[in-house]
């Protein structure tokens, strides 16, 4: 799947760059010959100019005069008024039919290129205004193309060795982009299969025993409810367990695709806090776990109450499970500075260094809780700390393996644009 994408990346960089390069390059090669003519059109211009001014024009037709011979690819050629050839300086340069063909195909006062003897030349044509010979008619001056031609070939197999060089360097550069670029999506994508992998496998266990345990039911048509109540007791068991590990998937799915939605009030944290702890205390009890409490009063928080209530049911349910009797748990709130500051600490089993910084991960579960076959799908955390970033806080988690946990938090205490949203000050 990569490859493709891969490869459809390094064509489609390839094919920009080499539109780019094709367009720059005409421009360039368009530009150089426009330059090339405009210059040898200056110089016919220019000699033009020259012959005009002459005093005696028929000086001109001195082989040694420095006009003519200074530069061995412009020729002159002189016509009367019938249109026979007089002269051509340097002499002999052209035969008769080549140089009529010079006047044949040229308008007066006007550059063209001519092809002759399988060779191009600009030639200009003018009447003779000049006195001093009124035998000569017009004059024609011929300029040899080759050198142009050769310059403008040679920068078309450059600009063609140059773009080729550049179309095999962008499919190299390309390769090692794309490469790059792929890298956050594998891994996102990966991430996404072990979800769905993960979360097929957590699925898998409460169904099994559910259609096992529904099987068991069939065998005894004859057996009261009373009688199977050991076995419905699992099915349900199992189903809610289900039904909690769905709602969690549900969850974590609709955060990744930002389909969940904060809906933010002030909350009265202290009652809140009491109300969800107040819950506990029934199970703590029959677990011999005592909770301690210092609750600030009055203590507001700006969020959504139902993600907070259960950010604390989240962690409140880890610091019961994870303690053994007789053991304590400790919950904190106050105002910090500008932050509402919470902590839930517990005498439990701690995590191990090794285990601590991956408990925020999905499906993630400390050795220790799998082998004493605590329930839980190791979806608590993670969904914790999506809650915690959708209100701009900040979670930390203190453990000493066999000591206790501590989870702090840290929220902040106005309402914040979504600008400010991250960080809160130091825990
Ligand atoms: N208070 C705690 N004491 C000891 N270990 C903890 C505590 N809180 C979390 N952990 C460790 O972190 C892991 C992840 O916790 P999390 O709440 O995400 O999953 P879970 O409690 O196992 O399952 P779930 O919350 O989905 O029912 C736990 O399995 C446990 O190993
Ligand atoms: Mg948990």
Same mark, same amino acid.
């Given at each position: ?43 016919? =211009? ?102 142009? =031609?050769?310059? *403008? ?135 011999? !776990? ?24 989240? *962690? ?66 993670? !969904? ?44």
């Amino acid at each position: 799947m990569f490859n493709n994408t891969r490869r459809r990346l390094v064509i489609l960089n390839a094919a920009v760059f080499l539109l780019l390069l094709s367009v720059l390059s005409s421009l360039l090669y368009v530009h150089m010959r426009y330059r090339l003519f405009h210059d040898t059109d200056e110089i016919l =211009k220019q000699a033009e100019h020259r012959i005009q001014s002459f005093h005696n024009i028929s000086e001109l037709l001195r082989s040694d005069h420095p006009d003519t011979q200074q530069d061995e690819r412009t020729t002159y050629l002189f016509w009367n008024a019938q249109g026979q050839l007089l002269e051509q300086v340097p002499k002999q340069s052209f035969s008769l039919g080549t140089a009529n063909q010079f006047r044949d195909h040229t308008d007066a006062l006007t550059v063209r290129t001519v092809t002759a003897d399988k060779h191009s030349y600009r030639v200009l044509r003018f009447p003779n205004q000049n006195q001093s010979s009124a035998a000569i008619a017009s004059i024609g001056i011929v300029r040899n193309l080759e050198d142009v =031609k050769g310059t *403008l070939h040679s920068l078309m197999w450059d600009i063609a060795a140059g773009i080729i060089a550049g179309v095999v360097i962008s499919i190299f550069a390309g390769l090692f982009l794309a490469e790059r670029a792929l890298i956050p999506i594998r891994r996102s994508w990966e991430k996404q299969q072990r979800f769905v992998a993960d979360a097929s496998h957590e699925l898998r266990t409460p169904t099994a025993i559910i259609q096992a345990q529904t099987e068991l039911l069939f065998r005894h048509p004859a057996h009261s409810i009373e009688q199977e109540s050991p076995n419905i007791a699992v099915i349900l068991k199992e189903s809610k367990r289900m039904g909690k590990l769905v709602d969690d998937l549900l969850t974590l799915a609709r955060s990744d695709s930002n389909q969940l939605q904060i809906h933010s009030s002030t909350i009265a944290l202290d009652s809140l806090l009491s109300e969800v702890i107040d819950q506990f205390r029934l199970l703590a009890h029959t677990k011999e !776990i005592e909770i301690r409490t210092d609750l600030h009063s009055p203590l507001s928080l700006w969020g959504d109450e139902g993600r907070i209530r259960q950010l604390l049911i989240i *962690l409140l349910d880890n610091a019961l499970k994870f303690t053994p009797s007789s053991g304590r748990i400790e919950v904190t709130s106050r105002y910090q500075s500008n932050s509402v500051y919470i902590r839930i600490s517990d005498s439990g089993c701690g995590i191990t260094e090794d285990e601590l910084p991956h408990i925020f991960e999905r499906f993630y579960r400390g050795d220790k809780v799998r082998s004493r076959t605590q329930a839980g799908t190791g979806l608590g955390l993670s !969904i914790a700390q999506w809650i915690v970033d959708a209100h701009g806080g900040i979670i930390r988690v203190n453990s000493k393996e066999n000591k206790g946990t501590k989870v702090e938090l840290l929220f902040p205490r106005k309402q914040r644009g979504p600008a400010e949203t991250s960080g809160v000050g130091r825990l």
